[in-house]
């Protein structure tokens, strides 16, 4: 009983995780905000659900597993039991490895995203806009330039003229 107990709370965060993935898309996708080009975000998201949604499908396979065996854990030992009983094993087995490659594809996905897409502030990022510009930014560049002008640093003291 302790394994089904153990199983329905991983199967539970499983299915927060995906719910999670959902939510931040959802979010991103609502936001209208027209300084922010959220593609990217929505982008790496939605990369990251797809390999969420094979490890859902393995350990449900796998959680299936364990309910056959817990139906037949008491049952009269007969060699088909035994058999299916061995085999229902190796299922679960087999997908809860393949639930521990999927998750860790998931991992993979979201860093490799996180990492890609940058968190430059707008005002820096109209900063370096003058003289670079990062490849992949959330933040839109303004559609007009800065005014060019006279840069006066903070330090210097205003022209005096002279009369």
Same mark, same amino acid.
């Given at each position: 009983?302790?394994?089904?107990?153990?199983?329905?709370?991983?199967?539970? %965060?499983? %299915?927060?995780?995906?719910?999670?993935?959902?939510? /931040?898309?959802?979010? *991103?996708? &609502?936001?209208?905000?027209?300084?922010?080009?959220?593609?990217?975000?929505?982008?790496?998201?939605?990369?990251?659900?797809?390999?969420? +949604?094979?490890?859902?499908?393995? $350990?449900?396979?796998? $959680?299936?597993?364990? +309910?056959?065996?817990?139906?037949?854990?008491?049952?009269?030992?007969?060699?088909?039991?035994?058999?299916? =009983?061995?085999?229902?094993? =190796? &299922?679960?087995? /087999?997908?809860?490895?393949?639930? =521990?490659?999927?998750?860790?594809? &998931?991992?993979? %996905?979201? *860093?490799?995203?996180?990492?890609?897409?940058? +968190? @430059? !502030?707008?005002?820096?990022?109209?900063?370096?806009?003058?003289?670079?510009? !990062? @490849?992949?930014?959330? $933040?839109?560049?303004? %559609?007009?330039?800065?005014?060019? +002008?006279?840069? =006066?640093?903070? $330090?210097?003291?205003? !022209? *005096?003229?002279?009369?």
């Amino acid at each position: 009983m302790q394994t089904m107990c153990n199983t329905i709370g991983h199967l539970t %965060t499983l %299915t927060g995780l995906i719910k999670d993935l959902s939510d /931040e898309v959802l979010f *991103r996708a &609502v936001d209208e905000d027209p300084g922010l080009g959220l593609g990217p975000v929505i982008n790496a998201y939605t990369s990251g659900a797809v390999p969420a +949604g094979r490890a859902m499908e393995n $350990y449900t396979e796998a $959680y299936a597993q364990f +309910g056959f065996l817990r139906r037949f854990a008491e049952a009269p030992d007969s060699a088909d039991l035994h058999d299916a =009983r061995a085999a229902a094993f =190796r &299922v679960v087995q /087999e997908r809860m490895e393949l639930v =521990r490659d999927d998750l860790q594809e &998931v991992s993979d %996905t979201l *860093r490799g995203a996180a990492d890609r897409l940058d +968190g @430059t !502030p707008p005002r820096v990022l109209a900063a370096l806009s003058r003289s670079a510009q !990062p @490849t992949i930014s959330i $933040y839109r560049l303004p %559609t007009e330039p800065p005014a060019p +002008g006279p840069v =006066r640093l903070a $330090y210097t003291p205003a !022209p *005096r003229h002279g009369r």
